[in-house]
Each structure stands twice: as structure tokens, then as C-alpha cells.
């Protein structure tokens, strides 16, 4: 049916009691539902598809299914957003965020509809917490993740032009911080591209769980409150809602108990996190002194280093870099831990873990945006100390030894740089 947007007054909020009572009650600071609009929109879909199946076995009349159709498009659309404002992180397992969904719909599709649509009755209805808040949440973890694997194919593509830029130039190569064998800038970054892409694709699959959703549940998986076809007929409208492949999960027993995919979700952040963070402290490393350093490469100076040494120029976005995989891989112990906490029937932690992953995703984003655009991008490898290093390579020393044998050819090594030097500190053996 046709809706018209009614905004009501300030002192007429959509919301409910169980919204207001959530407002006195969970109070610490951080992200409220309104912060989070992919989460509201997806179980505002799932409120949708919900109310569809519903009418097809009976359990609304048109009435009361279209006036839930229409406000939940609205939601859905981005409208009413200041009427979510319960906490993303709370206590009870999602039912505050699932009664403040409820009870919004219920007051929209009341003034719509021109009838009373009740929140648990009828927007609510053949459902419960249980089910609805996890499929909601796989719904939003699909829709985040996009952000930070964007960010992170524009990282690896930063440091694949890199390394097409500078693909024959030479440098050290360095085990244990010692001296080794050349190798190529080239080489070097297309190495770092790769381990990027591996780590993107698997924090990618680790997603693919999140099809299985347990809409039809209801309380503690057994379906109880909705009628029989309910389960199929619901998952159907929502993939058709959202366009996503989903299906009912294999038990939804185990799906409502244990939580184990939004771990491995969380350690597929984490491990992306740590790669890009290894790769930042690299160039960090390559770029350090300029004179007391490594000195192979040259990172932009983005802003100025010391507010007391002049000209000083820190690697500030690799640090950066470095800092938010900290963060991501201390956010994942958060969602191994919730994962951990779940008891008998029903894991209520829910809350947090939705909650770290939106930390995770976001952070792994703005590192690998950041990194890419003002520190990779502008690399060179004309650091002043390039040369210097490059001719303490050891590959003429590999090639001799391998047809005088390494004893000799270590002997020589020693005796050679005992000659240039006066001293015998190289500390290769």
C-alpha cells in the first residue's frame, strides 16, 4: 500500500515502554541501534518477510500485513532512524533491540493502516529474539564486511602498481636483521599484495556461514508459536528481500547455542589486521633513519614528526597501520570470549559480538584506506642508503660456495672483510 511519511512529535516517540525502560537501564557509552542502520534496516527485512509468511498461513489479516510491509519499508528506507535509540550493547540477548524494532513498526504501520497493530501480537508474531536478532546480524555482517574488503583489494592493488613501478630495482634482502641475499622492490611488494588478497579472501569466506540463518526457530530452535510452513516460507522472503542465498539452518538448535561463526570471523579479521600490520612495519623499518636507519625507501612525510627536533618526519601512517590491528586483534579475543559465554539453549552475547565485529570491520577499513592512499602510493625506493646496503648482498658469496664448499668460502668472506675493514664484527658465520 501507498505510505506517507508521518514524523511524530518529539514527545510522541514511535518506541515503546521496553525501549524507554532500556533507556534508564543500560547507560554506558558507545554505539546505539541508530548508529548502526545496516542492522536496523536487515531486521526491519526480516520483520517484513516475517509478516508476508504470516499472512499466507493466517495468522494476519491484509490490514494488519500491510500496514507492517509499509513501515518496515520505511525502516528499511532509513526513515524514523532517531527512534532507535537502545543501546547496541546490552543485557537480556537482543530482546531490547528486538522489542524496539517491534514496537516502532507496531506505532507506523497502526497510523498507516488505520487499525491496531500490536508489537508482540502481530509484528512479533511467530517469532522470537532467539531467532529474529541472529538473522538480522548475519544480514548486517554480510552488508559490513563489503566495507573493509574493498578497502583491503585497494591496498593490494596499491602495492601491486608499486610494485610494477620499481619491479628491477634491487635491494637488500635481510634474515634475523643481518644482511642476505638481493631481491627486487618488485618482488617485495607483489609478495605483500598477495598476502593481502589471502588473508581478504579468507576474512570473505568466513562469512559464507552466515547463510544459514535461524528465522523459524523461535524459542531455543523448536519452532514453537509458528504455524507449520512458517520457517520455509519466511527465509523465502527474505532472500528475496535481500537478494542473498539463505537457508534455514541445518539445526537450529546449534545455530541459537553456539556461536562459533562470528569467531571465525572475528580471527579472519584479526589475521587480516596482523598481515597488514606486518606489512606497515616493514616499510616502516625499510624507511627508517634517514641517515641512522635502513634508508632503502622513502615514505611521504604526511605531517611533521617532533615538536621539538626540527625536520624531523615520523612514519606516522604506518604506525597508524600498526595501531588499529592492536585494536582488531584485542576486538577478537572480545567475540572468542562472548562465543565462549554461551549457556545451554542460547547464547545472549550476542550484543557485544555484533558490536566488535562493527570495531573489526571499521578498522580494518580505515587502516587499509589510509595506508593505500597516503603511504603506499607515494613509496619510492631512492631511499640514499639503497646502494650502500646493496653491496653488502651475500648472492656472489652463496654462488662461490657452492662450488668451493662453505668452509672455504666463509674463510674467505672473513678474510676479505677483516682486509677492508681492520676488524672482524660483520657477525656472520
Known amino acids: 500500500m501507498p505510505s506517507t511519511k508521518i514524523t511524530p512529535e518529539a514527545d510522541q516517540p514511535l518506541y515503546g515502554q521496553q525501549t524507554t525502560l532500556s533507556l534508564a537501564n543500560f547507560t554506558a557509552p558507545g554505539r546505539t541501534l541508530a548508529d548502526v542502520p545496516?542492522?536496523?534496516?536487515?531486521?526491519?527485512?526480516?520483520?517484513?518477510?516475517?509478516a508476508r509468511a504470516n499472512h499466507s498461513l493466517g495468522v494476519l489479516d491484509s490490514a494488519q500485513r500491510d500496514g507492517i510491509v509499509a513501515a518496515c519499508e520505511e525502516v528499511a528506507a532509513g526513515h524514523h532512524a532517531d527512534q532507535f535509540p537502545s543501546a547496541l550493547l546490552l543485557g537480556g540477548g537482543g530482546t531490547t533491540t528486538n522489542m524496539n524494532v517491534n514496537e516502532v513498526i507496531a506505532a507506523r504501520a497502526s497510523q498507516l493502516a488505520g487499525v491496531a497493530v500490536h508489537a508482540n501480537d502481530h509484528v512479533n508474531a511467530s517469532q522470537s529474539t532467539n531467532d529474529t536478532y541472529p538473522t538480522a546480524m548475519a544480514l548486517t555482517v554480510f552488508d559490513l564486511v563489503e566495507h573493509p574488503v574493498?578497502?583491503?583489494?585497494?591496498?593490494?592493488?596499491?602495492?601491486?602498481?608499486?610494485?610494477?613501478?620499481?619491479?628491477?630495482t634491487p635491494h637488500l634482502g635481510?634474515?634475523?636483521?643481518?644482511?642476505?641475499?638481493s631481491l627486487t622492490a618488485g618482488q617485495s611488494h607483489r609478495s605483500q599484495a598477495a598476502a593481502i588478497r589471502r588473508t581478504c579472501e579468507d576474512l570473505r569466506s568466513s562469512v559464507a556461514a552466515m547463510s544459514s540463518v535461524p528465522l523459524g526457530a523461535t524459542a531455543i530452535g523448536t519452532g514453537?508459536?509458528?504455524?507449520?510452513?512458517?520457517?520455509e516460507l519466511a527465509i523465502g522472503e527474505l532472500a528475496s528481500l535481500t537478494g542473498r542465498d539463505l537457508r534455514p539452518a541445518v539445526d537450529p538448535f546449534d545455530a541459537l547455542a553456539h556461536l562459533d561463526p562470528y569467531a571465525a570471523v572475528a580471527a579472519a579479521g584479526a589475521r587480516t589486521g596482523l598481515t597488514m600490520a606486518k606489512v606497515a612495519a616493514d616499510v616502516r623499518l625499510l624507511s627508517s633513519g634517514p641517515a641512522g636507519g635502513f634508508g632503502d625507501l622513502n615514505i611521504p612525510a604526511v605531517q611533521a614528526g617532533s615538536s621539538i627536533m626540527p625536520a624531523k618526519v615520523n612514519p606516522a601512517i604506518p604506525e597508524y597501520v600498526m595501531q588499529l590491528s592492536y585494536r582488531i586483534r584485542g576486538t577478537a579475543h572480545t567475540v572468542e570470549f562472548a562465543v565462549a559465554a554461551g549457556e545451554l539453549e542460547l547464547n545472549?552475547?550476542?550484543p557485544v559480538i555484533i558490536d566488535a565485529l562493527i570495531t573489526i570491520f571499521g578498522d580494518l577499513a580505515a587502516a587499509a584506506t589510509c595506508f593505500a592512499r597516503r603511504c603506499v602510493t607515494g613509496i619510492s625506493w631512492d631511499g640514499h642508503r639503497r646502494e650502500e646496503n646493496l653491496a653488502a648482498a651475500l648472492d656472489s658469496w652463496v654462488t662461490l660456495a657452492a662450488t668451493r664448499g662453505y668452509d672455504a668460502t666463509t674463510t674467505q668472506y672473513r678474510n676479505n672483510n677483516l682486509s677492508a675493514t681492520g676488524r672482524n664484527g660483520d657477525g656472520h658465520v
Open 38 to 50: 545496516a542492522f536496523v534496516r536487515n531486521y526491519a527485512l526480516v520483520k517484513l518477510a516475517a
Open 150 to 168: 574493498q578497502a583491503l583489494g585497494e591496498l593490494a592493488r596499491a602495492l601491486e602498481d608499486k610494485a610494477a613501478e620499481f619491479d628491477a
Open 174 to 181: 635481510r634474515t634475523c636483521l643481518r644482511d642476505a641475499v
Open 224 to 231: 514453537v508459536g509458528a504455524p507449520d510452513g512458517y520457517q
Open 348 to 350: 545472549v552475547m550476542e
